[in-house]
């Protein structure tokens, strides 16, 4: 396997790792071990190139630093991409080689599921590194963090629509939900219990044609959910999707979703706000899947513990709004300010 340093200011440590026997083509950025050890999923995406996939791991890396520190969790932030496509491309030997990888890093970075990774795949990676999380056997296993991801998005959702509507009720919201993996399925399921109306959309029909069925949802293509009408949109997909052309076709209140890094820069918070569209900072509500696996990292035994750490990503999420209109500031620079301050302390 043949490691290469990257540059890249501002981080601690930035590998790409190609193995030729294995295929794999990875790589793992660190942005800080400030408050802890960094730890942050590994995401499988057939990137269109190099650079796309290194700006993806870079921002990714970065967002669990302040994940976490949003969290209140003693860990720092890293993350992980493996450039292949997951349906035809990843194989047992390819995350092994990854779990090799990731022990090289020596404990200065833990790794766990994303986008286009599984357990099993995670399991198969922990085979050759003591760094992972997120698996289905050990003595402090905390499975699929998907579930525990979007019930936090939930909850967090319950608490920013106080701000947008005036209560918490989701009874008869119109919501708007983009993406179907793992944690958008769970979102839904929270979303359609709570009463909401759902209108959805995927690339995958079959994720799409089970969310009609199950939560009698309407769908719409891909490109056409900016456009919807509706009281929320909940992005669950990919990341920096909210620009200067999505935000001017959105007919919403309120956003709350499980994406990262869902504002493609700075600008986008600022222009969902002139457009009176209320921001739930991404990293803040969609802390529920690091919690999760940071009971595996800390060896959390208690039980309460998960379930406190996701009330307390709703009280987080409501303390940043109420300061945001207090200050008449974009939520984001809000939740950014938030976290600066703990990390300088």
């Given at each position: 396997?043949?490691?290469?340093?990257?540059?890249?200011?501002?981080?601690?440590?930035v590998?790409?790792?190609?193995?030729?026997a294995?295929?794999?083509?990875s790589i793992?950025?660190?942005h800080?071990?400030?408050?802890?050890?960094?730890?942050?999923g590994?995401?499988m995406f057939?990137?269109?190139?190099?650079?796309?996939?290194k700006?993806?791991?870079?921002?990714?890396?970065?967002?669990?630093?302040?994940?976490?520190?949003?969290?209140?969790?003693?860990?720092?932030?890293?993350?992980?991409?493996?450039?292949?496509?997951?349906?035809?491309?990843?194989?047992?030997?390819?995350?092994?080689?990854?779990?090799?990888?990731?022990?090289?890093?020596?404990?200065?970075?833990?790794?766990?599921?994303?986008v286009?990774?599984?357990?099993?795949?995670?399991?198969?990676?922990a085979?050759?590194?003591?760094h992972a999380?997120?698996?289905n056997?050990?003595?402090?296993?905390?499975?699929d963090?998907?579930?525990?991801?979007?019930?936090?998005?939930?909850?967090?959702?319950?608490?920013?629509?106080?701000?947008?509507?005036?209560?918490?009720d989701?009874?008869g919201k119109?919501?708007?939900?983009?993406?179907?993996?793992?944690?958008?399925?769970?979102?839904?399921?929270?979303?359609?219990?709570a009463?909401?109306?759902?209108?959805?959309?995927d690339i995958?029909a079959?994720?799409?044609?089970?969310?009609r069925?199950?939560?009698?949802?309407?769908?719409?293509?891909?490109?056409?959910?900016?456009?919807v009408?509706?009281?929320?949109?909940?992005?669950?997909?990919?990341?920096?999707?909210?620009?200067a052309?999505?935000?001017?076709?959105?007919?919403?209140?309120?956003?709350?979703?499980?994406?990262?890094?869902?504002?493609?820069?700075?600008?986008a918070?600022?222009?969902?706000?002139?457009?009176?569209?209320?921001?739930?900072p991404?990293?803040?509500?969609?802390?529920?899947?690091?919690?999760?696996?940071?009971?595996?990292?800390?060896k959390?035994?208690?039980?309460?513990?998960?379930?406190?750490?996701?009330?307390?990503?709703?009280?987080?999420?409501?303390k940043i709004l109420?300061?945001?209109?207090a200050?008449?500031a974009?939520?984001?620079?809000?939740?950014?300010?938030?976290?600066?301050?703990?990390?300088?302390?």
């Amino acid at each position: 396997m043949k490691l290469t340093p990257l540059d890249a200011p501002g981080y601690e440590k930035v590998v790409y790792a190609e193995d030729e026997a294995s295929g794999l083509k990875s790589i793992i950025a660190v942005h800080s071990t400030k408050l802890g050890p960094a730890a942050g999923g590994c995401r499988m995406f057939a990137y269109p190139d190099f650079e796309s996939a290194k700006i993806d791991a870079l921002r990714l890396s970065k967002g669990m630093t302040y994940k976490n520190a949003a969290a209140s969790l003693p860990l720092g932030g890293g993350k992980s991409v493996i450039i292949a496509d997951p349906k035809t491309q990843k194989t047992p030997e390819l995350m092994q080689a990854f779990g090799r990888f990731v022990e090289s890093f020596e404990g200065m970075y833990t790794t766990a599921e994303d986008v286009g990774i599984s357990v099993e795949d995670i399991e198969e990676a922990a085979k050759y590194t003591s760094h992972a999380a997120g698996l289905n056997k050990g003595a402090f296993a905390s499975g699929d963090p998907s579930p525990v991801t979007a019930r936090g998005v939930y909850l967090s959702c319950v608490a920013a629509a106080k701000h947008a509507f005036g209560h918490g009720d989701l009874e008869g919201k119109i919501i708007a939900l983009q993406g179907l993996g793992h944690v958008g399925m769970y979102l839904a399921e929270h979303l359609h219990a709570a009463g909401a109306q759902l209108i959805v959309s995927d690339i995958n029909a079959s994720s799409v044609a089970k969310a009609r069925q199950a939560f009698s949802a309407r769908s719409v293509a891909p490109n056409d959910i900016y456009d919807v009408e509706a009281d929320i949109f909940a992005p669950c997909a990919m990341g920096a999707i909210l620009n200067a052309d999505t935000i001017s076709r959105l007919k919403v209140k309120l956003v709350c979703g499980a994406a990262n890094n869902q504002l493609a820069d700075d600008a986008a918070g600022d222009a969902l706000m002139a457009r009176g569209i209320l921001y739930a900072p991404d990293y803040v509500v969609n802390g529920g899947g690091i919690i999760s696996v940071s009971t595996e990292i800390l060896k959390i035994t208690d039980e309460k513990w998960v379930d406190q750490k996701l009330e307390q990503l709703a009280v987080t999420t409501d303390k940043i709004l109420t300061k945001a209109k207090a200050q008449n500031a974009s939520p984001h620079k809000v939740a950014d300010q938030f976290v600066d301050e703990i990390l300088a302390q």
